[in-house]
């Protein structure tokens, strides 16, 4: 299979190029050439299958022609070591748990199959450098890539994040592992993290003297296999005689997850329709109401994993559809709430249910509320664990929320980032000393 750039100024790339490049050097993001229809047998029978049954033919369908089906078994099945269940929440409206994984975030089962998928390809690989990897993150890719890869030799991972606007729990997740992983805070925003990751690929020097990859959710190896969970969600209602009439809503940030569920919708998932839910920053429902993207600077809120004033995978959606805005927004409604309206939200739920809601499920949670019409029924993605957010959840709540052990885990760790400013060319000193 091969992967356009959506830009479409340079040639294709093999999966392992879209995978070590991240980025096209037109700066456009990779698609697969074809996104195929599974066959209608098998969604007959998904309800009698199995989460990795499931997930392994969704990933033979991109992936078959370049890695053999056992080896792509095994990266699925070691991807996929945790459960992702579908829960009621009430009547209609169900949550899709993906915070079950090490790091208790969703982003776990893209940074695992990409970690996977890398090693399979350096093992595999001409070039025996040491590889680089380059991510930005608002908080929880950070640890989701840095634990995907810790350990894997061959392998060096930078996580750069934005200096204090990271929770504790978050940073300790990846700041504190060593090895491999190194943690850059940089005085800035998340957007001067994702600028300085960007600007790093777009150096020819850079590029020339160190194997440089991406792993934010633009990477195709861990925005393809995000489609998974989708499949189950359907696989777990329908099992349940409620696969009628699904509207799937996504809290979305950079809108990775939102766009690897549109795949899933075009491979012939029977999705209704979905929600795009965000916090104050609201560019995409601004774009749903005008027609007009504008981007800008991203504003701090409690559902900080959300923070995004550009996001990455808007592109990716305009190429889904062709850039037809009536396409897009027949398809996708949108929400924005604004952080007293989650803590509204999170209070609400809580008090009726007894559900604890992280403040990015939140806004989903509620969106599928506003918006579910009499017969369809609502799944909202759980998109991360709330002890991850443990004082924001304490404090709205008014209570004290179990943490689960993995978590108290990396809490005991000790604190090892390197200061960085948010000028490219310290940055790029940085990378220097790596030669
Ligand atoms: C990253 C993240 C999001 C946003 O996901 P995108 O794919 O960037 O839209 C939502 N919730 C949580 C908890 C996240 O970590």
Redesign the pocket.
């Known amino acids: 299979m091969k992967y356009y750039s959506t830009n479409h100024s340079v040639p294709e790339a093999s999966l392992s190029e879209a995978v070590v490049k991240g980025l096209a050097s037109d700066r456009g993001l990779f698609m697969p050439e074809r996104i195929e229809r599974l066959p209608a047998g098998f969604f007959d029978g998904i309800d009698r299958m199995s989460f990795h049954e499931i997930a392994m033919s969704v990933a033979r369908s991109f992936f078959a022609d370049d890695i053999e089906p056992e080896e792509l078994d095994v990266i699925v099945k070691d991807t996929l070591s945790f459960p992702v269940p579908v829960v009621r929440v009430e009547d209609d409206i169900y949550s899709l748990e993906l915070f079950h994984g090490p790091t208790l975030?969703?982003?776990d089962v893209g940074a695992r199959f990409m970690a996977r998928l890398s090693r399979y390809f350096i093992s595999r690989g001409s070039d025996h450098r040491t590889v680089h990897v380059l991510v930005a993150t608002?908080?929880?890719?950070g640890s989701a890539v840095a634990n995907g890869f810790l350990g894997v030799e061959g392998v060096c991972v930078h996580v750069l994040y934005p200096k204090g606007k990271v929770s504790p729990i978050q940073e300790c997740q990846f700041a504190t592992l060593g090895h491999n992983i190194t943690a850059l805070e940089v005085d800035g925003s998340f957007d001067d993290c994702q600028r300085l990751v960007k600007g790093a690929f777009m150096d020819s020097e850079l590029t020339g003297k160190l194997l440089l990859t991406s792993a934010n959710?633009i990477n195709v190896a861990r925005f393809l296999p995000q489609s998974f969970y989708y499949f189950n969600a359907y696989a777990r209602l329908k099992e349940q005689g409620r696969d009628e009439e699904m509207v799937v809503c996504?809290?979305?940030?950079?809108?990775?997850?939102?766009t690897a569920g549109l795949v899933a919708h075009r491979m012939g998932l029977p999705v209704k329709r979905f929600i795009a839910a965000n916090n104050a920053n609201d560019i995409f429902l601004g774009y749903l109401r005008s027609g007009v993207y504008a981007p800008r600077q991203s504003v701090a809120t409690i559902?900080n994993?959300?923070d995004?004033g550009d996001?990455s995978?808007f592109a990716r959606i305009l190429d889904l559809y062709g850039g037809s805005h009536s396409e897009i927004s027949g398809m996708i409604s949108g929400a924005a709430y604004d952080d007293s309206q989650i803590a509204d939200t999170m209070r609400d739920c809580y008090r009726r249910t007894g559900y604890v809601l992280?403040p990015?499920g939140a806004c989903a949670y509620k969106a599928l509320r506003e918006q579910l019409r009499p017969g369809e029924v609502g799944v909202f993605l759980e998109?991360?664990h709330p002890a991850k957010f443990r004082d924001t959840v304490n404090t709205i709540l008014d209570t004290e929320i179990a943490v689960p052990e993995r978590l108290s885990a990396f809490m005991k760790g000790v604190k090892q980032s390197v200061s960085m400013t948010n000028d490219q060319t310290d940055f790029k000193d940085y990378l220097l000393t790596l030669v």
């Not at 608002?138 to 890719?141: C, I, L, V």
């Not at 996504?250 to 939102?258: A, H, R």
Request: glycine residues 12%.
């Open positions: 975030a969703f982003k608002s908080g929880d890719t959710s996504v809290p979305s940030g950079n809108f990775g997850n939102l559902a994993a959300m995004v996001p995978n992280d990015h998109t991360a």
